[in-house]
């Protein structure tokens, strides 16, 4: 039963666009959403995360949203650069009362951006 | 700073061996954790450790797996005997705190044959 879903395994824009990266979950309890980027035969790099209790958080070119009634987040690109591609993963995560802070993973979706 | 570190970067071995794979935390974190990525599926939680106490294991596989953390610093994570299944890359992260970003190796990838 995976909790975090990016159901789009891969996305192709061109250089100076938009790139709009999907995310759903099913846990109303989540407390954060973070998204990691990761380029081949490296580890995963934290991007942005936004808490629960908001709806936007925006830092440079990257702006998450999210949207708790319909249990889904998104991540925007403004404007997209060649070295933006990589493999995005969305996670979530839980901090409260007997948790222990780990991440739960959506299966990446993979950006190709061309110049 | 060195990040997070971890040995072999890559390892392949015959069924039913033995591979030890080696995790040091960025200096003065406390959480450590591995996770581990199959065939290009998403990145799955195994366990986790503040300082030396293993605070959930409960997406450990099998008893096949065992991570230590000795004395809170660098942790091993052992699979004894390896199974064609067990391919793939295996991630290890750490933190200051539960709270705090969490900052992942480059990943050990193991080849079962």
């Known amino acids: 039963d995976q909790q975090v879903k990016q159901n789009s395994p891969s996305l192709s824009v061109q250089e100076g666009r938009i790139s709009i990266l999907n995310c759903d979950y099913t846990?109303?309890?989540?407390?954060?959403f973070l998204w990691y980027k990761k380029y081949p035969a490296e580890g995963p790099t934290f991007l942005i995360s936004?808490?629960?209790?908001?709806d936007k958080n925006e830092d440079g070119r990257f702006t998450v949203f999210l949207n708790k009634s319909a249990k889904h987040l998104s991540l925007h690109i403004v404007p997209s650069q060649p070295g933006d591609s990589a493999v995005y993963f969305c996670?979530?995560?839980?901090?409260?009362?007997?948790?222990?802070?780990?991440?739960?993973f959506g299966q990446g979706t993979t950006l190709q951006v061309k110049p | 700073e060195a990040g997070v570190t971890q040995f072999p970067s890559h390892s392949v071995i015959e069924k039913g061996q033995t591979v030890t794979l080696r995790c040091d935390p960025i200096?003065?974190?406390?959480?450590l954790y591995w996770y581990r990525r199959v065939m290009g599926k998403e990145i799955k939680f195994l366990l986790h450790?503040?300082?030396?106490?293993?605070?959930?294991e409960s997406g450990m596989p099998n008893n096949r797996f065992l991570a230590e953390r000795t004395g809170g610093t660098y942790s091993t994570l052992k699979v004894q005997p390896a199974e064609l299944e067990d391919s793939g890359v295996y991630f290890c992260?750490?933190?200051?705190?539960?709270?705090?970003?969490?900052?992942f190796g480059e990943g050990s990838w193991l080849t079962v044959v």
């Open positions: 936004i808490s629960s209790i908001k």
């Open positions: 996670a979530a995560q839980s901090l409260g009362s007997g948790n222990t802070g780990k991440l739960i």
């Open positions: 200096s003065g974190h406390d959480n």
């Open positions: 992260a750490s933190s200051l705190g539960a709270g705090n970003t969490i900052y």
């Open positions: 846990n109303s309890m989540f407390d954060y």
């Open positions: 450790f503040v300082k030396e106490s293993k605070q959930d």
